[in-house]
């Protein structure tokens, strides 16, 4: 079985500002995926990045990056120059055959 | 990135009544797709997996007479709440699997609110 964690239910962050997202995950599995998923008040789900497990490299996209420690079992997700669009509900998801969600981190862009 | 349709967006009914709603990948095509169910201020449950031309897996807890999946051709999967009562009502949401990105891509989603 899988499980993803995300610690931090609530994060704020000023506009231009870098904001740091976390995630834990297990699963026994040694091949997966890793994703951060955005959930804007539309509720569409919206992929951010994602991450091959057998890669060492941190994926990066755009103003979007993760720093994944695979030893550690750790995902967080990285934003830069943070925009009022970036306000969401964030996912980290992780998947082998199925995907598992975490809790999800809520978002606030401030002026 | 991939799109995902879902029809419709939101939906009304009177309890009872059966209720179908499409999900389509427009430019992938998908052997597996997923259903969801998200209740307010919570995270994706998955409903079931479905697969082009199979039956689908139900996760435990899930109905499989109460929400028939079918999953005619590469492209579309249908989810159907049959009998739907107030307690149905919620938001489900369709994923389609780009295999070879081992990617799940969503559909927007549709409100159903049954009275």
């Known amino acids: 079985a899988q499980t993803v964690t995300q610690s931090q239910p609530e994060m704020s962050v000023q506009e231009a500002e870098t904001v740091t997202l976390s995630c834990t995950y297990d699963?026994?599995?040694?091949?997966?995926?890793l994703f951060w998923y955005k959930q804007p008040p539309s509720r569409q789900m919206i992929l951010v990045i994602r991450?091959?497990?057998?890669?060492?490299q941190n994926a990066t996209e755009n103003r979007f990056s993760v720093n994944f420690q695979k030893a550690a079992k750790s995902f967080s997700l990285k934003i830069s120059d943070s925009q009022l669009g970036d306000a969401a509900m964030y996912f980290c998801?992780?998947?082998?055959?199925?995907?598992?969600f975490g809790t999800g981190t809520r978002l606030q862009v401030t002026l | 990135g991939a799109v995902v349709s879902q029809h419709p967006s939101r939906v009304i009914c009177k309890s009872g009544t059966s209720v179908k709603i499409e999900c389509r990948s427009l430019?992938?095509?998908?052997?597996?797709m997923f259903w969801y169910r998200q209740f307010p201020k919570q995270s994706l449950m998955l409903m079931a997996t479905?697969?082009?031309?199979?039956?689908?897996?139900?996760e435990q807890g899930v109905e499989k007479d109460k929400f028939l999946i079918n999953h005619a051709s590469l492209t579309l999967s249908t989810l159907t709440v049959t009998s739907a009562h107030p307690e149905d009502s919620s938001f489900y949401i369709c994923?389609?699997?780009?295999?070879?990105?081992?990617?799940?891509?969503f559909g927007p989603g549709t409100r159903l609110l049954v009275l």
């Open positions: 991450q091959e497990a057998y890669k060492q």
């Open positions: 699963t026994s599995e040694s091949d997966y995926y």
């Open positions: 430019d992938f095509q998908a052997t597996t």
């Open positions: 479905s697969n082009e031309g199979s039956k689908a897996t139900y």
């Open positions: 994923s389609a699997l780009d295999r070879p990105r081992g990617t799940q891509y």
């Open positions: 998801a992780c998947t082998a055959s199925k995907l598992t």
